[in-house]
């Protein structure tokens, strides 16, 4: 029997499913309530169709919870980018008309033309990186928050307030010389002691997601740390943002991804390239941290972001091609552990970079996106990093 594509537009409370055939040929249409019971119900009724292939759109976002359902259970399942979902349904009969039987048609064409899309796997090791980088995120958000406001109630109390880089040691000193005999003054003096210990709880939580990023990252036996200013917490972000690098085919896709490549802007003769920004902003402002990082300490980052400097990049240009740079590596040593974890499967790419190497070989600095795409092109598998 043919394989035929069930494409889901998933949403909070219900999944919308169409099924085609090869022809696009619609064999079903359907909506269940989001429940176990509806669960059941749905694969109990595509089970008619032993050949069957899921696209779900958004495997990662909305529709994450049934994508790694369906996985767990032995379905084939692919993840649909909204983009993509969204050029077939404005290029359909209907004039893009926006509602869920549209869009589980629109998921389901693109999963049976489309090439190449993403596999959906069960839930890894990379999953875990990202959650235990997104908890770090927000205590620090909700830290920075607190010491904001500390700063604020203490600047009520003490004249001048309290310099930069408060921590809840150096606060304490500071309200400990304050004495107010208004109500006023007492309620700010005991506002501040409560952020004192709102900073403290923050700070012990901190910590403790500290060491199991730590532990997480150690455990992934990844070389990532080798590299100067990637330390556990840049190399949890990477991890968890990137997941199976595989799917990058070449270190410039992985730029554009990272949003690290350039974009062209080129008109006639004139050609010109312009700051991106586009890709994973998550993975930019890890690569930034690295390149900062790279510029102070170690010598061969500061070589070449001073020969950039002398070439009239200018300051932030010449940071810009030290992260183009650093992209390269980060992806090369990736592609390496994976060799390394996967001996005799697929491995590598194209460029001629060690994992040793913090500056690649490859000139690739200022290398834009990849180009116009004129045909489908399949994934190549990764081949082994030359050394």
Known sequence: MATVVIGVDPA?????????????NV????????????????????????????AVEGATGVGLN????????????????????????????????????????????????????????????AVVMRLLSQRRRDLVRSRTQ?????????????????????????????LATVRPRDAAGKARRQLAADLIDDVIVLDRKLDAIDKRIAEA???????????????????????????????????????????????EVSSGDVVRH??????NRRLNNALHIVALSNKRHDARGKAYYERKLAAGKGKKGSLRCLKRRLSDVVFRTMVEDRARANPGGQMGATLTASAVDQIPKANTS???QPGFVTEATPTRPLAKAAS
Do not use: C
Request: hydrophobic fraction near 40%.
């Open 366 to 368: 200022d290398k834009p």
């Open 66 to 125: 049934l994508a790694q359902r369906l996985v767990s259970d032995g379905e084939h399942v692919v993840d649909v980018p909204s983009k993509l979902s969204t050029r077939v349904r404005a290029i359909d009969t209907g004039h893009g008309r926006k509602n869920d039987p549209s869009d589980a048609h629109a998921v389901a064409v693109v999963g049976l033309r489309t090439a190449g899309l993403r596999v959906v796997t069960v839930d890894d090791e």
């Open 27 to 54: 064999l079903l249409m359907a909506r269940f309530e989001n429940s176990s019971a509806d669960y059941r119900k749905m694969r109990g009724l595509v089970k008619r169709w032993p050949e069957r292939k899921w």
């Open 274 to 279: 312009r700051l991106s920004r586009a890709g």
């Open 217 to 263: 990252v150690k455990a992934s036996d990844t070389t990532l740390t080798d590299i100067v200013g990637v330390g556990p917490v840049t190399a949890a972000a990477i991890l968890g943002e990137v997941g199976d690098v595989a799917r990058f085919t070449t270190a410039d896709r992985f730029a554009s991804y990272t949003g690290t490549a350039p974009l």
């Open 146 to 174: 607190a010491v904001n406001r500390l700063h604020q109630a203490l600047m009520q109390l003490i004249p001048a307030g309290a310099r930069k880089k408060l921590t809840a040691a150096k606060a304490k000193e500071k």
């Open 12 to 24: 909070k409370r219900s999944n919308t499913i169409e099924v085609i055939d090869s022809d696009e």
